[in-house]
Nanobody
Framework: QLVESGGGSVRTGGSLTLSCTDS????????LAWFRQAPGKEREGVAA?????????YYIDSVKGRFTISQDNAKNTVYLQMNSLKPEDTAMYYC????????????????WGQGTQVTVS
């Protein structure tokens, strides 16, 4: 029900925008988040946006100032704009929804997308 798109291969310093589209039921979740998982590493929450009236956001330190999460309510889509990409950003990126404010932790995720690969070289 969560479908990601927009992954690909880019050079260091390049940009990509990931999109995640879903049905309205899940899109109305409190927290919409992006996770990533690199080979041999645990899945980590990268960014989250909250449907709490304030549109507050969360970012892990390693992407602050480079990544921006946003949503388009009319299109039921959440985006992750990624700029100044680094090789260490290489991972499978997943969209997720949660009813919890801590929805950027895997154990609080209710629904996962299938993932989209991002490779930076």
């Amino acid at each position: 029900q969560l479908v990601e798109s927009g992954g690909g291969s880019v050079r260091t310093g390049g940009s990509l925008t990931l999109s995640c589209t879903d049905s309205a039921d899940i899109y109305n979740s409190l927290c919409l988040a992006w996770f990533r998982q690199a080979p041999g590493k645990e899945r980590e929450g990268v960014a989250a946006i909250y449907n709490d009236g304030g549109g507050s956001t969360y970012y892990i330190d390693s992407v602050k100032g480079r990544f921006t999460i946003s949503q388009d309510n009319a299109k039921n889509t959440v985006y992750l704009q990624m700029n100044s990409l680094k090789p260490e950003d290489t991972a499978m990126y997943y969209c997720a929804s949660s009813s919890q404010y801590l929805g950027y932790y895997s154990q609080y995720v209710d629904y996962w997308g299938q993932g989209t690969q991002v490779t930076v070289s």
